[in-house]
């Protein structure tokens, strides 16, 4: 993969700078992020809010291999995403939980 050709997407500390950054939920669900991390391209899609007890939101999504990738993991499912935004006083979602479930079991990480 060419490093040059990969100028549209932001890099993983860009993108999770971005997720980290309150804004209106619709700004986070159901976006969809390129990621190249130097070798390696991935896509991470969120899909629409869903209004969650506690009052934030949650879009389930997915995180998928797209180029430089070994072919065995370009083959692969998509890794299943879940955000969890809580809703500031500003209106602004704000992420708390992000989960992902991957063959090797499941991830979390919370704030």
Same mark, same amino acid.
């Given at each position: 993969?060419d ?12 993108v999770a *700078?971005?997720?980290?950054?309150? @804004?209106? *939920?619709?700004?986070?669900?159901? @976006? ?6 130097g ?5 991470l @899609? ?10 934030g939101?949650?879009?389930? !999504? ?5 180029a ?5 993991d370009?083959?692969a499912?998509?890794?299943?995403? @879940? *955000?969890?935004?809580?809703e500031?006083?500003d !209106?602004?979602a704000?992420?708390?939980?992000i989960e ?9 990480? *919370?704030?």
């Amino acid at each position: 993969i060419d490093p040059a050709s990969q100028g549209d997407a932001g890099d993983p500390v860009s993108v999770a *700078a971005a997720l980290l950054t309150p @804004a209106p *939920a619709a700004a986070r669900c159901g @976006a969809t992020w390129d990621v190249f991390d130097g070798r390696r391209r991935s896509r991470l @899609a969120l899909g629409p809010a869903e209004r969650t007890e506690a009052g934030g939101w949650r879009c389930r !999504g997915s995180w998928s291999r797209i180029a430089g990738w070994r072919e065995s993991d370009l083959e692969a499912d998509p890794v299943t995403v @879940a *955000a969890e935004f809580s809703e500031g006083g500003d !209106g602004l979602a704000r992420l708390v939980r992000i989960e992902v479930r991957t063959r090797w079991g499941v991830g979390v990480a *919370a704030r």
